[in-house]
T-cell receptor, first 112, second 114 residues
Framework: DGGITQSPKYLFRKEGQNVTLSCEQN?????MYWYRQDPGQGLRLIYY???????QKGDIAEGYSVSREKKESFPLTVTSAQKNPTAFYLC???????????FGPGTRLTVT | GDSVTQMEGPVTLSEEAFLTINCTYT??????LFWYVQYPGEGLQLLLK?????DKGSNKGFEATYRKETTSFHLEKGSVQVSDSAVYFC?????????????FGDGTTLTVKP
């Protein structure tokens, strides 16, 4: 069954702790993306990667880090430097070119 | 740079009413255009797309036509159902001028009442 897996669905952390969100895909897509969504708002791009071992900052990369060691995986680390990390995080993939994106189910992160 | 402007919500309709959600865009190249839908607590799903001027995308009774002359991609449905209640996002992707990145509108929340 092809798709995108994000785990866990809900994540709770204390302030000052780093946390890593998982994103795995078996669609064989080259490109992967991380977005942040706040209540009642649109999507903001954090990082994206078009090929293994390469990634670019999006519009709100500060306080986040990523790696792309395998085509299937694009984990996102929310560091303690991120001032307001509580949000809904969405991972997406696409084929190269002007094609649509496929989204995972999301991870809701709550930091207290 | 590229931008997408969507009709502000929320939009509330009665079942079987006609739906229009306006979307206009600004792009320097020749983008592909998309409508995505997001149900509560879930990720986005592609609803429909159009890749060139005058193309009409359609799916599940929804339609949108790529109008280059008015830089628009308005979403329409003739008769909405309660199950259509969701947030709708208009988006564009221009691989030639903004490789790898999509541009999304802010989303329009639709509530359909029985």
């Amino acid at each position: 069954d092809g798709g995108i897996t994000q785990s866990p669905k809900y994540l709770f952390r204390k302030e000052g702790q780093n946390v890593t969100l998982s994103c795995e895909q078996n669609l064989n897509h080259d490109a992967m993306y991380w977005y942040r969504q706040d209540p009642g708002q649109g999507l903001r791009l954090i990082y994206y990667s078009q090929i293994v071992n390469d990634f670019q900052k999006g519009d709100i990369a500060e306080g986040y880090s990523v790696s792309r060691e395998k085509k299937e995986s694009f984990p996102l680390t929310v560091t303690s430097a991120q001032k307001n990390p509580t949000a809904f995080y969405l991972c997406a993939t696409s084929r190269s070119g002007a094609y649509e994106q496929y989204f995972g189910p999301g991870t809701r992160l709550t930091v207290t | 740079g590229d931008s997408v402007t969507q009709m502000e919500g929320p939009v509330t309709l009665s079942e079987e009413a006609f739906l229009t959600i306006n979307c206009t865009y600004t792009a320097t190249g020749y983008p592909s255009l998309f409508w995505y839908v997001q149900y509560p607590g879930e990720g986005l799903q592609l609803l429909l797309k159009a890749t060139k001027a005058d193309d009409k995308g359609s799916n599940k009774g929804f339609e949108a036509t790529y109008r280059k002359e008015t830089t628009s991609f308005h979403l329409e449905k003739g008769s909405v159902q309660v199950s259509d209640s969701a947030v709708y996002f208009c988006a564009l992707r221009d691989y030639n001028t903004n490789a790898g990145k999509s541009t999304f509108g802010d989303g329009t929340t639709l509530t359909v009442k029985p």
